[in-house]
């Protein structure tokens, strides 16, 4: 069974850094592509970053750009999000998601709350 | 960016019936469309890849349909569990953009 286990959210103050992680499992996840999505509280969804299997492609939304990093290790079946320099429009629930052009599976998703 | 715009935002339904959910695009997307599913309190499932593939475990009564800008998700004959959120998105160009969303409500 494909699992997609999201932590490291919390509260943040403005202007600070927070790191959420995505543990992968019931896949090889070496052969997937990566996606993190976010949902403002009562809104829609918004795509905020891509990578590729090996990490050789990582794509960004302009919102985010400059700001976060995606990355991942494949050893470890687990993907992140850096995030710095967090702002108010920033506080969502992050879902990660496999695949590449369509999101076949999500996880539960973090909440990320940036206030000071 | 490719902008989805979804119609209409709210529908009001009967059990049983057929409806038609719309989502056109800005600009071509051939038909890299995807359709997700997302109840309250749950993550978004996907329910139609590629405007018109059907997922495994999905239930028949959902089809898609259209290619190049304008797309439909159709329920055939639908039900109480259905009452969710239906977003479109499209996964041709970068950013990935999703629609607005339509909810679905009990009329």
């Known amino acids: 069974e494909v699992q997609l286990v999201e932590s490291g959210g919390g509260l943040v103050q403005p202007g600070r850094s927070l790191k959420l992680s995505c543990l992968a499992s019931?896949?090889?996840?070496?052969?997937?592509?990566m996606n993190w999505i976010r949902q403002a509280p009562g809104k829609g969804l918004e795509w905020v970053a891509s990578?590729?299997?090996?990490?050789?492609?990582?794509y960004y939304a302009d919102t985010v750009k400059g700001r976060f990093t995606i990355s991942r290790d494949n050893a470890k079946n687990t993907l992140y999000l850096q995030m710095t320099s967090l702002r108010s429009e920033d506080t969502a629930l992050y879902y990660c998601?496999?695949?590449?052009?369509?999101?076949?599976?999500w996880g539960q998703g973090v909440m990320v709350t940036v206030s000071s | 960016d490719v902008v989805l715009t979804q119609s209409p935002a709210t529908l009001s339904v009967t059990p049983g019936e057929r409806i038609s959910l719309s989502c056109r695009a800005s600009e071509s997307v051939d038909t890299y469309l995807h359709w997700y599913q997302q109840k309250p309190n749950e993550s978004p499932r996907l329910l139609i890849k590629?405007?018109?593939q059907s997922i495994s475990g999905i239930p028949s009564r959902f089809s898609g349909s259209g290619s190049g800008t304008d797309f439909t998700l159709s329920i055939n004959g639908v039900e109480l569990e259905d009452l969710s959120i239906y977003y479109c998105q499209q996964g041709n160009s970068l950013p990935f953009t999703f629609g607005s969303g339509t909810k679905l409500e009990i009329k």
């Open positions: 990578i590729s299997s090996s990490s050789s492609y990582i």
């Open positions: 019931g896949f090889t996840f070496s052969n997937y592509g």
């Open positions: 590629y405007a018109s």
């Open positions: 998601a496999r695949s590449e052009s369509y999101f076949d599976y």
